[in-house]
């Protein structure tokens, strides 16, 4: 196994535009149905860290490219004291870009978006839960739905899935400017932090009402999304500026990869809103879009195009201290201005039959940013679906306006809880 890799086409965005108001820091985590013992957790760490080599690595600074090495330090696991998301200091996590935290019930694995996806990290935390049951003698199997410990990690799951898939490295056409995206402001939180909230429903009885609608779960919170937002948008004499879902898309099911490293797209969703526009004429004009983004043709240009802008002989000779201020610029330029907030769905999880009586339920926390200070997380197992918003700003309507239409059009229960980030106690 090589001892130091290149950071992926999309890891190397995330170096350039992380910052104090963008940590590029999201979370997986798993409530477990007992209180996690932390000395149990990191011994189920050590064994697990090994296993998935490009997770735990130091990054170097290199002349044209930053690049990822072997770290020999312990990855320690941490109680969690701060709000979720925060940025990584480095030297505090003994140069990782990854860490694991404990509270309760809860595992939580934070990882910088320059290592991998929520794919990736997905499965980095199922096989430490895994570990962990196991130290604790509960009687648990893979059944190939986790990554086994003591396996060797394999070279596809290193790999930049992007350079597999590229047919040409030479698209001439640069994509285009969207238009400028409706976006949230809001009092920045006191103190400054990342309030999260999370609303739990059967994901079942959510399903089958998407069905009954004609589109996806993903198509009806998006819909809803885009309502409750534009509400929120008139209430405040804002009329102007389409509503933008920015949907992080997994390339693996259209493009077969074992790759842990990041491999994802974005379909932005936006509807143009006006004062008649009905919420079954959202739904159909979001699921239309969802069709059309997600083509397999269409996600095909985007890796090409990807590809080739990196590859691009006068990116590759630009020194990376003049290179990542020009991806900042264009990172704000088409894909921040473009969107008003982030709805990443991981799906619903498969874990084996003998890990589930174990696990409550995923939660899945979406880092917010400067021009997008309000993003949504969606993550389902053991048939509870979890719906997490992540703010850095004092104002909350959207999201409780989110709950209450949920509640409202499909008559079901939603379990809210939150971090009480910001709130006076």
């Known amino acids: 196994m090589d001892e130091w890799y290149r950071i992926d086409n999309t890891g190397k965005i995330f170096h350039a535009v992380s910052d104090t108001t963008n940590s590029s820091v999201f979370r997986v985590a798993m409530i477990l149905k007992e209180q996690v013992d932390p000395e149990c957790l990191q011994s ?3 064994i697990v860290a090994v296993r998935f080599p490009t997770l735990t690595v130091r990054v170097r600074k290199g002349l044209f490219w930053d690049f990822m090495e072997h770290n020999d330090e312990q990855l320690l696991v941490k109680q969690e004291v701060d709000h979720p998301c925060a940025p990584i200091d480095r030297k ?8 694991v935290l404990y509270y309760e019930q809860r595992i939580s694995v934070e990882i910088f978006h320059s290592l991998t996806d929520g794919g990736g990290a997905m499965e980095f935390l199922k096989t430490l839960v895994y570990q962990y049951l196991r130290l604790k003698e509960n009687d648990v199997t893979t059944d190939d739905k986790v ?9 596809e799951e290193t790999e930049d899935s992007f350079e597999r898939y590229a047919t040409s490295h030479s698209v001439r056409r640069p994509e285009k400017r969207g238009e400028k995206a409706y976006q949230i402001e809001g009092k920045t939180l006191d103190p400054p932090g990342i309030h999260v909230v999370h609303g739990v429903v059967d994901a079942s009885a959510l399903n089958r009402h998407a069905k009954s609608l004609g589109t996806s779960l993903t198509g009806l919170l998006t819909s809803v999304l885009i309502d409750v937002v534009h509400e929120e948008k008139i209430r405040q ?7 933008v879902i920015a949907l992080p898309i997994s390339l693996r099911r259209a493009f077969p990869s074992e790759t842990l490293r990041n491999f994802f797209s974005v379909a932005n969703i936006g509807v143009p809103m006006d004062g008649y526009m009905q919420f079954d004429d959202i739904i159909g004009t979001v699921t239309e879009q969802l069709v059309e983004k997600t083509d397999k043709a269409r996600l095909q240009q985007g890796i090409n195009r990807f590809v080739s802008l990196q590859s691009s002989l006068f990116i590759r000779a630009t020194p990376v201290f003049l290179k990542y201020p020009i991806m900042r610029f264009g990172f704000n330029q088409i894909g921040e201005r473009a969107k008003t907030m982030t709805l990443s769905n991981l799906g619903n ?9 174990h696990v409550e339920r995923m939660e899945i926390i979406l ?5 997008s200070p309000i993003n949504c997380g969606v993550g389902t197992l053991n048939d509870q679906l979890t719906v997490t918003f992540a703010r850095s ?3 909350s ?15 079901l229960e939603v379990m809210v809880y939150s971090n009480r980030w910001g709130e006076e106690r």
Not at 92 to 99: C, K, V
Not at 147 to 155: A, F, I, Q, T
Not at 237 to 243: A, K, R
Not at 397 to 410: K, Y
């Open 44 to 46: 189920a760490l050590d």
């Open 92 to 99: 505090e996590n003994n140069a990782y870009l990854i860490r």
């Open 349 to 357: 999880l498969a874990l084996p039959e003998s890990m589930k009586p």
């Open 397 to 411: 309507t959207i999201i409780r306006s989110f709950f209450r239409r949920l509640r409202q059009m499909t008559g």
């Open 367 to 371: 880092y917010p940013t400067r021009k």
């Open 147 to 155: 990554l086994r410990p003591e396996d060797s990690p394999k070279r």
């Open 393 to 395: 700003i004092e104002e």
């Open 237 to 243: 004499g804002s009329p102007e500026g389409n509503v």
